[in-house]
């Protein structure tokens, strides 16, 4: 497989797949994206992170573009590192694939990032000898949000993820794309029973504390330096009753003006990031943390 640094060497390659447009559009479309062994991942950040990833296994990256600009190139030379196949395609054969989302010109083909289970997530956690900080989210279906706090979750150093099985969105191309690659990094279990998790969870001497709108408690009040999880509810409706009820405690984000309520992943992120604060003032990193891009 040919690698090409330059724009003539690019545009030599492109013009050789211009003419298979249609052979490859049908065969992409009908043998590699039509199954459950595979996922796509597309535009030029979320395949950046994901080739950086050790955890995804890509199968082919796919590019479309007149002259390779400094991310594409940069993103070509990850490929090449790691071996992954490449081909060079058309803009419509990508916007067949990712059904109107934003490919910037290029896909990934990676085997489907597989859920881990909760004991899997709970013997990480003990392995790594650090407090507990899981998240679980009672019925998320908006991608953007799954994907965003699933970002904000890694940056947090979250151990693990915790969503239902049903009426409530998964691993999906536009997850993979909101969350900038970090799926394929952080630990998702999807379980049948968020009650009996919980349960399970309590067992393990964790403290569960849930986002609720109506509770008196502020977020600021508590106590986030022990073993934790946090529970936040989906868009609309919040935690399910049953769910709320198994939480030890209830708590509230404080909020001014007219605003009644927040997004998910917007809850999300203050939750966490106030949990990482309060940790910090009692045990200070030995190191600074790294500095993250806006």
Known sequence: ???????????????????????????????????????IIYGIHPVEEALQSSHLQFQKLLIAAQRLHPS???ILDQAKRREVPV?????????????????????????????ADLGQIL???????????????????????????????????????????????????????????AAASLPVARVVNMAATIDSLKKEGIWVYGAAGEAKDLLYEFDLTTDLAIVVGGEGKGIRPLVKKKCDRLFSIPMKGPVTSFNASVSGGMILFEVMRQRTLVNPPDLPFRKGKV
């Open 72 to 74: 594409l190139q940069a």
């Open 87 to 115: 081909t060079f395609t058309t803009r419509e054969t990508l916007e067949q694939i990712v059904k109107g989302g934003a490919h910037q010109n290029v896909v990934g083909i990676v085997k489907k990032i597989p859920y």
């Open 123 to 181: 013997s990480g956690w003990k392995k790594e000898g650090t407090r507990a900080l899981f998240l679980l989210l009672d019925g998320i279906q908006d991608p953007q949000n799954f994907g965003s706090l699933i970002r904000t979750a890694l940056g947090c150093g979250v151990h693990g993820l915790i969503i239902p099985r049903d009426r409530a969105v998964g691993f999906t191309p536009a997850v993979l794309k909101a969350s900038a690659g």
């Open 1 to 39: 497989m040919l690698f090409c640094r330059v724009a003539v060497n690019y545009k030599t390659a492109a013009l050789q797949h211009r003419n298979t447009a249609t052979q490859l559009r049908f065969r992409h479309s009908d043998s590699e994206f039509n199954n459950h062994m595979t996922q």
